[in-house]
């Protein structure tokens, strides 16, 4: 089993920056993938960015490559969201992610609980 503990978000203005945190433990496979999905009210749950922790090649949603980045701390089993010229739209629910094979868009086996990051222009 593994858990996902997310920290971070919170309300921001338009153009402002906020990182997220996510850490895992339990028992991870040898070539999983952690990363980070956002669901906006009345939106279907999207991937936003990722990486895979076996190469650290990492991913983006187009919507965000560019203002996002994803970043890991090995030795805390930890991956990080920057994120930076948050717009109006970026607003939503971010759930971090873990993908025990193959890439961090999943689909996903595990979640965190979810943490709200709201962006006012």
């Known amino acids: 089993q593994v858990q996902l503990v997310e920290s971070g978000g919170g309300s921001v203005q338009a153009g402002g920056s906020l990182r997220l945190s996510c850490a895992a433990s339990g028992q991870t496979s040898n070539n999983y993938a952690m990363g980070w999905f956002r669901q906006a009210p009345g939106k279907e749950r999207e991937f936003v960015a990722g990486?895979?922790?076996?190469?650290?090649?990492?991913y983006y949603a187009s919507s965000v490559k560019g203002r996002f980045a994803v970043s890991r701390d090995n030795a805390k089993n930890t991956v990080y969201l920057q994120m930076n010229s948050l717009k109006p739209e970026d607003t939503a629910v971010f759930y971090c992610s873990l993908t025990r094979s193959g890439g961090p868009e999943g689909p996903p086996d595990y979640w965190g609980q979810g943490t709200q990051v709201t962006v006012s222009s």
């Open positions: 990486m895979r922790w076996s190469d650290g090649v990492k």
